[in-house]
């Protein structure tokens, strides 16, 4: 066993890169927020991804696919950058969906139906995210708050693509 002693799990660190521990800590926690959203913002894209029917049906296979491959790029930077300032990512599904402002798909409905509710969705992570900026803007995280940034154009524009689709 000549590893017994290697630190396995990960644990808060010291950080002394210019932002307060409270600060850093707060903002763990709304990146946790984020990241359980986009979860299961992920599941449900990858619902339609799978399940849609309809003349639409090419473009809103497309169209999801890249949704929730960019929804696993963005999950990942956002986790890293929790352990950057020195907190715990998320782990497990339960704490992604108890950290979660997107409710669960918990059954099938109409294509059209779920688009309307993924429009909603990605309105409500542009909603959060833009919070989540303020927050790192306050505390002059600027790289958190760029890496954020991004994200409320990409929600807002998946919010388009999908509106565009059923109007
Ligand atoms: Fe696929």
Aim: glycine share 4%.
């Amino acid at each position: 066993m000549a590893h017994s002693n290697m630190q396995t799990v990960a644990q808060e660190f010291p950080v002394e890169t210019g932002m307060d521990r409270k600060d850093r800590r707060e903002l763990a926690k709304m990146l946790t927020q984020i990241i359980g959203s986009s979860h299961v913002l992920y599941a449900k894209v990858r619902g339609v991804h799978w399940n849609v029917v309809g003349p639409a049906f090419y473009s809103l296979h497309k169209m999801t696919e890249e949704e929730y491959e960019d929804l696993n790029v963005a999950i990942d930077d956002m986790a890293e950058r929790i352990r950057a300032i020195g907190f715990a990512a998320p782990t497990g599904l339960k704490e992604m969906m108890e950290n979660s402002v997107i409710s669960d798909q918990e059954k099938l409905l109409p294509a059209n139906d779920m688009i309307k509710e993924l429009v909603e969705d990605h309105e409500k992570m542009a909603r959060l995210i833009r919070e989540g900026v303020s927050a790192a803007e306050e505390v002059d995280d600027v790289k958190t708050a760029d890496l954020l940034t991004e994200r409320i154009g990409v929600h807002e524009e998946a919010a388009w693509m999908l509106r565009a689709t059923i109007s």
